[in-house]
T-cell receptor, first 115, second 111 residues
Framework: KQEVTQIPAALSVPEGENLVLNCSFTDSAIYNLQWFRQDPGKGLTSLLLIQSSQREQTSGRLNASLDKSSGRSTLYIAASQPGDSATYLC??????????????FGKGTKLSVKP | DTGVSQNPRHKITKRGQNVTFRCDPISEHNRLYWYRQTLGQGPEFLTYFQNEAQLEKSRLLSDRFSAERPKGSFSTLEIQRTEQGDSAMYLCAVSGVHEQFFGPGTRLTVL
């Protein structure tokens, strides 16, 4: 059974700092891995998708890496801003013979960026 | 704009009442998913549709829950005889080429 763990559960940093959020998963047979952002009481916003054959993806100040064999992904946020404050969720999608499965989520990392 | 709308956004009901939520993707998507999220947890998979066919249901989906996607476009999720443990955010998602896009969710509170 696939399990996704995110560390730390919460993180508070001063504005401008670079930071890394960690995600680990127990079954390396994944189709892809997706990072989401969730603001309080809101739905999920997709940030980055890494397919199983890829090692990293970048979007603006965000960079996500994937090491499928070790079951790990990191989300790097450069030059953090107060507007980055949110919960960041990591999710893996199972690979069923090339067919997409449902997403399995971690519990998230709650990020607070102080001005 | 995620391309997925959900209604209502908030629902407060009394224990034992039935509730129905609706998910409307803006454009055509073959796959549509329902997830449930409780406070402090990540979303958990409930069920998914390939066009109008419901192909998978998780063990979280008790017999009080039913979902439909009659024409392969919008979907409804009904909960009968609601219980306080049903209080959660119910999220709908559609699948693009590779990634999933989520709607804003329906927040259910059962008193």
């Amino acid at each position: 059974k696939q399990e996704v763990t995110q560390i730390p559960a919460a993180l508070s940093v001063p504005e401008g700092e670079n930071l890394v959020l960690n995600c680990s998963f127990t079954d390396s047979a994944i189709y892809n891995l997706q990072w989401f952002r969730q603001d309080p009481g809101k739905g999920l916003t997709s940030l980055l998708l890494i397919q199983s054959s890829q090692r990293e993806q970048t979007s603006g100040r965000l960079n996500a890496s994937l090491d499928k064999s070790s079951g790990r992904s990191t989300l790097y946020i450069a030059a953090s801003q107060p507007g980055d404050s949110a919960t960041y969720l990591c999710a893996v999608q199972g690979d069923y013979g090339g067919s997409q499965g449902n997403l399995i989520f971690g519990k998230g990392t709650k990020l607070s960026v102080k001005p | 704009d995620t391309g997925v709308s959900q209604n209502p956004r908030h629902k407060i009901t009394k224990r034992g009442q039935n509730v129905t939520f609706r998910c409307d993707p803006i454009s055509e998507h073959n796959r549509l998913y329902w997830y449930r999220q409780t406070l402090g947890q990540g979303p958990e998979f409930l069920t998914y549709f390939q066009n109008e066919a419901q192909l998978e249901k998780s063990r979280l989906l008790s017999d009080r829950f039913s979902a439909e996607r009659p024409k392969g476009s919008f979907s409804t999720l009904e909960i009968q005889r609601t219980e306080q443990g049903d209080s959660a955010m119910y999220l709908c998602a559609v699948s693009g080429v590779h990634e999933q896009f989520f709607g804003p969710g329906t927040r259910l509170t059962v008193l």
